[in-house]
């Protein structure tokens, strides 16, 4: 029970978030935000999500399943972190209550 309980809350933060543009140039983005985790899109149309960026000199880097990876900035189309989604956290949580409700009243 126990980790099925966590297994949901996890989901349930995972679930609640949502990507969204960050606004300015990507170094200040990056700066001033300090994400945790960017999306960013290139002006060949890849998408590359990378853990725990910083910019230097001329690119952002950060890791990547393969590794670390640097893209240039001036390859960068958009620039995404992820953020909050309130309303879907709430309905997601509801939604976790009252499985856990049900769960608690039938057993």
Do not use: F, K, N
């Amino acid at each position: 029970m126990r980790t099925r309980l966590i297994s949901a809350i996890l989901s349930l933060a995972l679930a609640g978030c949502t990507w969204s543009q960050m606004s300015g140039s990507p170094a200040d983005a990056i700066a001033s935000a300090r994400p945790e985790r960017v999306r960013v899109t290139t002006l060949a149309g890849r998408e590359i999500v990378l853990e725990h960026p910083i910019v230097s000199h001329d690119s952002i880097w950060g890791m990547e399943e393969r590794g670390s990876v640097g893209v240039p900035l001036d390859s960068v189309r958009r620039l995404e972190g992820r953020t909050a989604d309130g309303v879907r956290l709430a309905w997601m949580a509801a939604g976790v209550v009252g499985g856990v409700a049900y769960y608690v009243v039938a057993h």
